[in-house]
């Protein structure tokens, strides 16, 4: 079992960047493939982007493509998210989520989720 911990989150203006953390403690951490999702209110969760448990392979939605970069540290159980060019859209509780296997867009496929953290882009 891992036990998620994200921070980074806060108010910021339309085109300025924030770096979200996903600290991982508990188990191993390179063991998972790890993804992170956002819900805005009203709204349903949505992926975002995924990272294999090497690092070598990641994936990420349309809609941040260009914008946003996933990445991970596995010396210091670690997960990132580089936001930039942030838009008003944007605007949501971003979580991380970990599972075994390879990896998924499917918010159900994972199996460990952290609190989240909060992304609000001002206009």
């Known amino acids: 079992q891992v036990h998620l911990v994200e921070s980074g989150g806060g108010l910021v203006q339309t085109g300025g960047s924030l770096r979200l953390s996903c600290a991982a403690s508990g188990s191993t951490f390179s063991y998972y493939t790890m993804g992170w999702f956002r819900q805005a209110p009203g709204k349903e969760r949505e992926f975002v982007a995924f990272i294999n448990w090497s690092g070598r392979s990641t994936y990420a939605t349309d809609s941040v493509k260009g914008r946003f970069t996933i990445s991970r540290d596995n010396a210091k159980n670690t997960l990132y998210l580089q936001m930039n060019s942030l838009k008003p859209e944007d605007t949501a509780n971003y979580y991380c989520?970990?599972?075994?296997?390879?990896?998924?867009?499917?918010?159900?496929?994972?199996?460990?989720w952290g609190q989240g953290t909060q992304v609000t882009v001002s206009s």
């Open positions: 989520a970990a599972r075994s296997g390879g990896g998924s867009l499917s918010s159900e496929a994972y199996n460990y």
